[in-house]
């Protein structure tokens, strides 16, 4: 029997194509996210999320925003149900940062950002002399976990959630699925055995894993 362990709770469509696909799964959150106080503006010129996170906690404040910067399908999705203007939207923290840095704009960025943000994106703003800042609005931490089963995959969906299962466990012959690319390079320091969705949706890896253990030559 295939078993596999999502580290993060699947909604119940994509937990039951897991299982009608004649999969065993099992699922906990690895991470935790937790919104913040924060004080800003009321008015934003451009504004970069690389999360939904850091979308949700903004919204929740009365913030206008004339241009939006973001990675992500779910992300832009998500401002743009919200009355947003996405300015432009890239698969990865990286892209979006050349993309800014090629506007040759004098206009400030507000990276809107969690405790754990990763540094592609500042560090090459910074390198290339963006007027740029940063604005934490949630907080992530880490929810370790022993897992005591056989797996033959795990699903992985931020860089966090590696860190936190691999406090407690070890990674061997399982096959890891990751969401983007910013995760597998996280992966890449505990296994080359790693699939990676081309976007960053929770839908391409759960299909990633069901296609790599259903084909009919596994």
Do not use: W
Request: glycine share 2%.
């Amino acid at each position: 029997m295939i078993n596999l362990l999502s580290t993060k709770i699947l909604n119940s469509f994509n937990a039951e194509k897991i299982i009608s696909s004649g999969i065993e799964i099992s699922s906990y959150d690895a991470i935790n996210i937790e919104k913040i106080p924060f004080d800003i503006d009321s008015i934003i010129s451009n504004a970069i999320f690389t999360s939904k996170n850091a979308v949700e906690a903004v919204l929740s404040k009365n913030i206008q925003i004339k241009n939006c910067y973001c990675v992500g399908e779910k992300t832009k999705l998500l401002l743009l149900e919200n009355g947003q203007k996405v300015a432009k939207s890239e698969e990865n923290a990286s892209k979006l940062a050349n993309y800014i840095v090629k506007l040759d704009k004098n206009d400030h960025f507000l990276f809107f950002c969690g405790n754990k943000k990763r540094d592609e994106l500042p560090n090459i703003l910074l390198k290339n002399n963006i007027n740029f800042s940063t604005k934490e609005v949630y907080k992530t931490s880490l929810n370790y976990r022993k897992i005591n089963t056989n797996l033959s995959g795990i699903l992985f969906f931020s860089p966090s959630a590696i860190q936190s299962y691999c406090r407690y466990n070890k990674i061997t012959n399982e096959v890891l699925f990751t969401i983007g690319q910013t995760t597998a390079n996280e992966a890449k320091n505990y296994s080359n055995k790693i699939i990676t969705s081309k976007s960053n949706s929770i839908e391409q890896v759960v299909d990633n894993a069901i296609k790599y253990f259903t084909d009919d030559k596994k």
